[in-house]
């Protein structure tokens, strides 16, 4: 089975510019996560989908942040226009719709660098 | 607001110790607890889940205790080896419907050989 797949592993970009993270949860997986975490802070959580419904997104932290989940399959988080404060590491996480307990599945992460 | 705090940062130990490492939140209102192991450059692997009516969880040489009311958890690593070496996360979900997980900044754990 494969594991929770993002793409890129790394994107280097100017300020202002635009960028569009992947992910690939784990199949059959209806919670899909997205966390960050930032030069030497802890991991923060962004938003949680399920399916193709955002179920909380109060970690987004503005609205140059877009996610979207269509079809309920994959998900893209866009960052338009970035700023520097946006580098870090993006991670994407996969859980399946049991309530008690899941076991969330981590990707590898997608790392930004915005220069 | 939960907060979640591991000590000690960093840990270096000789091939074979025994090992503690702790995890302490604020809020001891919680859903479940997990344990995770990051490697440098790599993905979260979920290690332990401990739901808050449990007390500790078992997997081969790692055993996490959990302490609701105190608001403490521990990892326990048993007979340490180099392959042990890797960041060690602790994360606490809250009960309240959401399935957001608070982390704590981990513990860097270094095993010499």
């Known amino acids: 089975e494969a594991g929770v797949t993002q793409f890129p592993s790394h994107s280097v970009i100017e300020k202002g510019q635009t960028v569009t993270l992947r992910c690939d949860p784990i199949s059959g997986h209806d919670n899909l996560y997205w966390y960050r975490r930032v030069m030497g802070k802890e991991i923060k959580f962004l938003l949680h989908f399920v399916k193709e419904s955002k179920q909380d997104e109060s970690g987004m932290p503005n609205n140059r942040f877009l996610a979207e989940r269509t079809g309920g399959t994959y998900s893209t988080l866009k960052v338009q226009p970035a700023e520097l404060e946006d580098s870090g590491v993006y991670f994407c996480?996969?859980?399946?719709?049991?309530?008690?307990?899941?076991?969330?599945?981590f990707g590898e992460g997608s790392w930004l660098t915005v220069v | 607001k939960q907060e979640v705090t591991q000590i000690p940062a960093a840990l270096s130990v000789p091939e074979g110790e025994n090992l503690v490492l702790n995890c302490s939140f604020t809020d001891s209102a919680i859903y479940n607890l997990q344990w995770f192991r990051q490697d440098p450059g790599k993905g979260l692997t979920s290690l332990l889940l401990i739901q808050s009516s449990q007390r500790e969880q078992t997997s081969g040489r790692l055993n996490a205790s959990l302490d609701k009311s105190s608001g403490r958890s521990t990892l326990y690593i048993a007979a340490s080896q180099p392959g042990d070496s890797a960041t060690y996360l602790c994360a606490v979900r809250h009960p309240s419907g959401t399935y957001k997980y608070i982390f704590g900044t981990g513990t860097r754990l270094k095993v010499l050989a």
């Open positions: 996480a996969s859980s399946r719709k049991t309530v008690s307990g899941n076991t969330i599945y």
